[in-house]
């Protein structure tokens, strides 16, 4: 017996997941193939710096706010109940800009940072010198943003994966759901290959895939899969040590050396080809940006689908007309940095309490959110 079914084993029905188990509910979490192994694996793992600023009120900002707060108290949690370390390091970060052409994009960043307490430092050739030696010195303007941090994702999926399974949560994969199961106005459980399973709340955490949920129901969750392809870099040596950014691209630089290039943005589909263009793109831009990785090998290059959403802001809360549905999804470029808030939000909604974060601003039905509040560039 379940009390909720959740549909999809990313990051987001992962941590809700875990976060539900922890307050006693019995779940139950389907994965149409391996548990954790789309979008959440294929990320980069930027988590942003903490908002010290008391009076947030945009719902993304608050959201983000709140998972950045949660972030390390996770990870110890997760260390302490696994014994798995989930990569969380407060690397700092670098952003960029390369040409003058992109100086007043970046300069309009700082209003942001100020107006939401992030703490960052205007940056000149000798402290860049001296916070990345790497780093290329032909930069038009250049911030240090010391509390900005990364996890590694493929660990951070499995130490969710192991914490769930050690409180009895009922994992399955290769569990497509194909509908829904209705009585009257109520959802009462889900209809899969290999039967029906019933519970009194269904939540959709299908990421990308989510909107072709909703379809069987008549409800419209645009979900359309942003494509993000990425590289793995070896430079044979520690080259980097603080996560740099320059506009959309980014590396991302591990423990031990290796350096993550990512990304693109493609609206191409579920289309999973690596493409030659692509992994040019990020090559150059890995190497404009730390010439020194041009003697790097390249071991790895992969996609994921990034769930879209109609605006910027994902969709969290209850399905409108009927009763025990609920959705989490919608992301975009930050649903691994996102998701400590999200599960936190979604377990109070779920056990009836009020949202830590108050969920109106994501209802699936409301108006469009201005686009100014860009998630994470990642
Ligand atoms: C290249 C790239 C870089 C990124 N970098 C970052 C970053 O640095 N920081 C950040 O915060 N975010 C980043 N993101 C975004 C982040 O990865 C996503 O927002 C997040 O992973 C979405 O998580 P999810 O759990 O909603 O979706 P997913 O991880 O895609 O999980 C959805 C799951 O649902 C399952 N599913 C779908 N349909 C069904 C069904 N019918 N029945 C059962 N199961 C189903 C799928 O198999 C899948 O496992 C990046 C994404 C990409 C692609």
């Known amino acids: ?62 959201l983000r706010a709140r998972s950045a707060e949660l972030y390390p108290e996770w990870s110890a949690r997760l260390l302490e109940a696994t014994g798995i370390d989930n990569g969380f390091r407060v690397s700092g970060g670098i952003d960029v800009a390369l040409e003058p052409a992109e100086e007043p994009a970046l300069a309009s960043m700082t209003g942001r940072w100020r107006k939401q307490g992030i703490r960052y430092e205007v940056v000149d050739d000798l402290r860049a010198a001296e916070l990345e030696p790497a780093l290329t010195r032909r930069f038009a ?158 071991i790895g290059h992969w996609c994921g689908f990034r769930p879209g959403s109609k605006d910027s802001r994902p969709y969290l809360g209850p399905v409108p007309g009927l009763e025990g549905l609920f959705v989490a999804t919608g992301h975009q470029r930050a649903g691994l940095s996102l998701s400590p808030g999200t599960a936190e939000s979604m377990a109070d909604l779920l056990t009836g309490k009020p949202p830590r974060v108050a969920l109106d601003g994501y209802a699936i039905d409301r108006p469009l959110a201005q686009r100014r509040d860009e998630t994470v560039r990642s």
Request: charged residues 20%; hydrophobic residues 45%.
């Open 141 to 298: 303007r250049c911030y240090f943003l010391p509390e900005r941090a990364q996890i590694r994702n493929p660990w951070h999926l499995r130490a969710l994966e192991a914490a769930c399974l050690a409180l009895g949560v009922d994992l399955r994969p290769n569990c497509q759901v194909h509908e829904f199961l209705i009585s009257g106005d109520r959802v009462t459980g889900v209809s899969t290959a290999s039967g029906s399973i019933h519970a009194s709340q269904v939540v959709v955490t299908a990421g990308a895939w989510s909107e072709k949920l909703f379809e069987t129901l008549n409800i419209a969750v645009p979900t359309r899969p942003i494509k993000g392809q990425m590289l793995l870099l070896d430079p044979g040596r520690v080259v980097l040590r603080r996560i740099v950014e320059h506009g959309k691209c980014y590396l991302v630089p591990r423990d031990e050396g290796l350096v993550l290039a990512g990304a693109t943005e493609e609206w191409t589909g579920f289309d999973e080809t690596l493409t030659g263009d692509a992994r040019e793109m990020l090559w150059n831009e890995a190497i404009s940006l730390v010439p020194s990785l041009a003697d790097s090998k390249v």
């Open 1 to 62: 017996m379940t009390d909720t079914i959740l549909i999809g084993g990313g990051v987001v029905g992962l941590s809700l997941a875990w976060e539900l188990a922890l307050r006693n509910i019995r779940v139950t979490l389907l994965d149409k193939s391996a548990i954790g192994r789309a979008a959440s694996w294929a990320g980069a793992g930027l988590i942003p710096p903490p908002h010290r600023a008391p009076n947030l009120t945009d719902p993304t900002c608050l």
